[in-house]
């Protein structure tokens, strides 16, 4: 079986697209940076390194980010149609949970709910 393209991906790559998608909404790269580092358990030193090694998400999640959120299961909702609680792989879960933190940003939603606080 095949893994996703997703997973070979730089995550530099979609860290921009992240960035631009907040900023069209009238949110920050601060804001983007805060729940990034909220979830995969990095200082801001370290989101810069992995952004500037180009470092692909199966890397990012397997071996990079030392501490994962432990709160990261209270993100639920759906993204690209699909349930992130339900789905079954763990590191598609990890980058989905991104999505949607990404999404919940956009939306407008306050940071303290989307850092589940």
Not at 15 to 24: D, M, N, P, Q, S
Request: net charge positive; hydrophobic share 45%.
């Amino acid at each position: 079986m095949t893994k996703p393209r997703i997973y070979g991906m730089s995550f530099a790559g979609v860290y921009r697209l992240y960035i631009a998608k907040a900023e069209r909404k009238g949110r920050t790269k601060a804001e983007v940076d805060e729940a990034l580092r909220w979830l995969l358990g990095v200082s801001q030193e370290d989101l810069d390194g992995h952004i500037a090694a180009m470092t692909t998400f199966e890397d990012l999640f397997a071996a990079q980010a030392p501490t994962l959120n432990p709160n990261r299961w209270l993100i639920t909702g759906v993204v690209c149609g699909v349930r992130v609680e339900a789905i079954e792989e763990p590191l598609m879960r990890e980058i989905r949970y991104m999505d949607k933190l990404i999404d919940e940003l956009a939306k407008g939603k306050a940071m303290a709910k989307v850092l589940r606080a």
